[in-house]
């Protein structure tokens, strides 16, 4: 495999993966990392949302890490979101704010009209009823003004205004989003993992379609699309959260769509650390084919050939909750 770099959040750590050397660092101990998000301008500017410290900042790496002078007032950051149109970066709180920063982490801003929405009274998150969180970011890139932010739970919220007004949750998305990404080769194109489902806007989150054709469970996580085609689309699947998030089998999978059909993928092996649910998917820019599952427990897997093939990398992580590529 050629030389590329994996940062993994493992719920309390960054891990530094070198994929061709197998080389594993790690660093934020103990501050709860648990999303990340790599900089598309600067393949060594890496962002770390924690469970309750804030967000860090990584200008080399992953070696050193810095806090912001003024961060996000809520501290418990659980989305992050790097524009590729311009130098802005998102980060997604619970309680459900959105915070943007336009000098690398330095300061952050609250976007304030999220919460206007009408539906957010009936906003709360099952594992925490009291509250609820931003769980993930996409930016289309074809407009660096459009914003669409999946709440946990409450729904899909879109802005074409950067965030000054929002449109409240288009009922064609699935509801219970947990992933959302978007793809530089179809840039009004929005592709979304949920809790009741899969859907895709072709309209940057205007509009919605449930692509389900062959999916065997439809309780979805994790999702990547291939760096080179925005038609071959990867989800990890469960058959609902007690299995996905219990401490037994996960009964779970990961699928690709190519062809207009969802078809599964997960070849690994049938050991019991190996039937986790796949927390993370990325695919890395300069490898097209190639996709990463991090597995609850902390198994990361290489599928090639669009995950015709699969090894385990060497890596001993304690667990594997998010996954970025340099």
């Known amino acids: 495999m050629s030389a590329g770099r994996l940062y993994a959040a493992t719920g309390d750590a960054v891990a530094r993966v070198e994929m061709d050397a197998g080389d594993v660092s790690l660093s934020l101990q103990g501050s709860g990392a648990c999303c990340l998000a790599s900089d598309p301008g600067d393949p060594d500017r890496i962002y770390a949302g924690t469970f309750d410290d804030g967000v860090r900042i990584s200008d080399d790496g992953g070696a050193s890490w810095r806090e912001p002078e003024a961060g996000p007032a809520d501290r418990r950051v659980l989305a992050l979101a790097v524009s590729r149109a311009v130098p802005v970066v998102y980060a997604g709180t619970e309680p459900s704010n959105l915070y943007r920063s336009e000098d690398a982490g330095r300061t952050w801003e609250l976007v304030p009209a999220l919460r206007d929405l009408p539906s957010e009274p009936n906003w709360s998150f099952p594992g925490r009823p009291w509250t609820h969180h931003v769980q993930t970011i996409a930016l289309p890139p074809a407009d660096p003004d459009t914003l669409v932010v999946g709440i946990e739970l409450g729904g899909v919220m879109r802005s074409t205004d950067g965030g000054a007004t929002w449109a409240d949750h288009n009922p064609q998305a699935c509801i219970d989003a947990h992933s959302m990404v978007t793809h530089a080769g179809a840039p009004d194109r929005v592709y979304e993992a949920a809790g009741d489902g899969v859907a895709r806007s072709e309209d940057a989150g205007a509009t919605w379609s449930h692509l389900e054709a062959g999916l065997d469970r439809h309780y979805a996580w994790a999702t990547a699309v291939d760096p080179d085609d925005p038609d071959l689309w990867y989800v990890s699947v469960s058959t609902g959260p007690f299995a996905a998030h219990g ?80």
């Not at 039937?275 to 695919?283: C, E, G």
């Not at 190639?290 to 990361?300: D, P, S, T, Y």
């Open 247 to 326: 401490r037994g089998d996960g009964q779970a999978r990961v699928m690709r769509r190519q062809d207009a059909q969802w078809e599964p993928v997960d070849g690994w092996g049938d050991a019991p650390e190996l039937r986790r649910m796949p927390y993370a998917l990325a695919t890395l820019p300069d490898r097209p084919g190639v996709v990463v599952a991090g597995l609850r427990g902390g198994a990361l897997l290489v599928g090639e050939d669009a995950g015709e093939r699969w090894t385990r990398l060497d890596a001993q992580l304690p667990d594997v909750v998010a996954l970025a590529s340099a």
